[in-house]
């Protein structure tokens, strides 16, 4: 499904906010999670601990409160969850926001909203989300970054995938 949404970025959130899989537009605008050990390919800890989300990601400071509040809800949904346990502990230890983050007792779903990038080639992203629960699996989550149409989103998400098509690799490649 991810590959037929290549005009988008997508990708699906594990319940302790882990990526499962990404498309190539998901890694271009984002980080690539695939290029990423396992164990880091994790949005918390990419927006909390990775100095480039501070860069790249636009209104940083609400979008990092609303994943502690995201991981919150999840640790509601599960307190025996050992490796959610260790994430938390992780980013209080290394995250000098978390802990003001995860003591205002936030919980959130992620449903919708709008969420701005940076990216350091093509500038600046738009998007409004859609996260929807993936049928037969509660706790996996796909995430949908829409554009407005004619947008310069729009044009800058055609130039980012004629860079990371596989099209685009064979074309370099035979140059």
């Known amino acids: 499904m991810l590959q037929t949404l290549n005009h988008v970025p997508a990708f699906i959130l594990g319940r302790r906010t882990d990526v499962l899989a990404s498309n190539s537009l998901a890694r271009a605008v984002l980080t690539d999670f695939e290029a990423l050990p396992v164990p880091r390919r994790n949005i918390a800890r990419y927006y909390l601990l990775d100095p480039e989300a501070r860069e790249r990601v636009g209104d940083w400071e609400r979008i990092a409160a609303e994943t502690v509040a995201i991981l919150r809800l999840e640790a509601g949904r599960y307190p025996h969850d050992r490796q959610l346990a260790d994430l938390i502990g992780e980013l209080t230890v290394r995250s000098p926001e978390f802990a003001g983050w995860w003591n205002d007792h936030r ?69």
């Not at 990038?117 to 993936?134: A, I, M, R, T």
Request: overall charge negative.
């Open 107 to 175: 919980v959130l779903r992620r449903t919708h909203g709008a969420k701005q990038y940076h990216h350091p080639v093509v500038g600046d992203l738009e998007f409004s989300y859609e996260s929807f629960q993936v049928p037969g699996d509660a706790e996996q989550t796909l995430c949908v970054y829409n554009v407005e149409p004619g947008s310069d989103t729009v044009e800058a998400l055609r130039l980012l995938s004629s860079w990371t098509s596989p099209q685009a690799g064979l074309h370099a490649a035979g140059q």
